[in-house]
């Protein structure tokens, strides 16, 4: 059987597909492009995608023997899940073993643009400090703030565990509500409405997947509603958010800050962001520990070689949809 792994990647999942099939590995950008997934994509069994891999509905309709497509990545909205689902190719994706990596980058972003780490760093760089001073660099306490939580999966969870750790009160939305013992266990607080998460919040951390729901959640009109000091954290998806609205909201010091890993059109950055006063930008790199990529790896070759195996869809937990049987 031959499987297609689209770039190379940290840790030994290339090795245990190459154990079993016939693999190809292609080089960074190699199948970026739809034109040319779909020119190779038929005679492959299996398919090892990353993000930047356009997964669309005519590239899996091309892939006449395609059974499964592997991303290494928690977020799978490169991939055209309903088609897959109408070809009955299945889709996987790497939950849980990212979760403490993520919390741990969206928490940096927190504290980084709360203590105006980036401005501070530049400075002392730049030359300029002169000794300890009583109005150097004045951050915003995160103990005893608000932390808003849009999304609370297992990402939003941790980040959760976070907060409350630093002394932080947690509210949260999503389109369910925990359990009241999980409430209880994260210590955290259902708000009923985006909207008033958002107009609550001193710092407001998105952990949610991009959907038609969500796409743009963080608007115009929504960052009118937040507090004139409040910082917006966004280690989801770009287009969460609304970016020309954000970098607006930050220009005219209508909010206090932004801590963002993700973008609207990756690898693109929004210029009046790059410009923007006390942001912190990073390029998508949440999940980027070793420890983490490397679990990330052995577990989507092991979505793979599971089905290829022919296990049934119920032992393959990383499956995003189940085939009606
Ligand atoms: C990264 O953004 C991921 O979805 O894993
Ligand atoms: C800070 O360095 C202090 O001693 O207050």
Known sequence: MRVLVTEPQPGKGIDLLKARYDVTVGQRGDYDSEERLKEVIGSYDALLSCLSTPVTGEVLRAGEKLRIVSNYAVGYNNIDVETAKELGILVSNTPDVLTEATADCAFTLLLSVARRMREAEDSL?????????????????????????LGMGRIGRAFARRARGFGMKVLYHDTAQLSEADEKKYGATWVDSVDDLVSRSDFLSLHCPLTPETRHAINRERLAMMKPEAILINTARGPVVDEAALAEALHEKRIGGAGLDVF????????????????????????????????????AASSIISHLEGKPDDAIPTLVYRRES
Do not use: Q, Y
Request: proline share 8%; hydrophobic share 35%.
């Open 264 to 299: 609207e059109k990756e690898p693109k950055v929004h210029p009046d962001l790059l410009t923007a006063p006390n942001c912190v930008l990073l390029p998508h790199i949440a999940s980027a520990t070793r420890e983490t990529r490397a679990r990330m790896s052995a577990l």
């Open 125 to 149: 760089r730049a030359g300029e400090f002169d000794g300890w001073h009583p109005f150097g660099f004045l951050g915003t306490e995160v103990s005893g703030k608000n932390c808003g939580i």
